[in-house]
């Protein structure tokens, strides 16, 4: 009963790690994979103010989707002394401007 746990546990496994093989040779690297869309260019980033020992920042990349799909990258980083955390957000070309308007909106003053 353990060698079956233990081959069913080495197929989930290796199957796991054969997908994320696969998605990071299609789109060009482990971050592109992260996407879900190859990274033609980054825009720009962000550094958000520092909550303590806690860094925060803010990454804009230009992706392409399948096809000839535009897609946009937000890629949300935090850092502290002991930790990283990388957060990958896909936008569609709408939703990227819904979000921008609403940037636009919170920096009026009122």
Known sequence: MDFVAATIF???????????????????????????????HTVGEVIGENQGSLSVALRVHSLRGDGLQKLI????????????????????VTQAQ???????????TR
């Open 98 to 108: 819904r979000l921008a308007s609403m940037l636009e909106d919170a920096t009026r």
């Open 73 to 92: 990258g937000i890629e949300l980083v935090a850092t502290s002394s002991l930790s990283y955390k990388m957060v990958p957000i896909t936008l569609s």
């Open 10 to 40: 080495v197929i989930v496994f290796a199957t796991v790690i054969g997908y994320f093989a696969y998605r990071i040779l299609r789109y060009g690297g482990f971050k592109a994979a992260m996407f879900g869309a190859s990274i033609e």
